[in-house]
């Protein structure tokens, strides 16, 4: 999973989160795999990292939820129209 965070998060750090997913509530721990400053966009500097999160162990009722989310999510996000 990819989250964008306001500050860098150390590799290896085990981080708390709550996830809701299908309008259920989970306290779940992911490790910190990856953080990296976000892009710059048309030269201004954007501030932020995006942080790649690894899930060790899920409950299985959250999985069968996510795996059924996942399934009904669009392949692709919407585009703006703006260009």
């Not at 990296?36 to 409950?59: D, H, K, M, W």
């Not at 009722?61 to 260009?83: G, I, Y």
Request: aromatic share 2%.
């Amino acid at each position: 999973m990819c989250i964008e965070s306001p500050v860098p998060l150390p590799a290896e750090e085990i981080v708390p989160l709550r996830l809701v997913v299908g309008g259920h509530k989970e306290d779940v721990e992911a490790r910190v795999v990856a953080s990296t400053p976000l892009p710059t966009e048309r030269g201004e500097r954007r501030r932020g990292f995006g942080i790649g999160l690894e899930f060790a162990r899920l409950p299985e009722d959250l999985r069968k939820r996510l795996a059924a989310a996942l399934e009904s999510a669009p392949a692709e996000p919407p585009r703006s129209s703006e260009s």
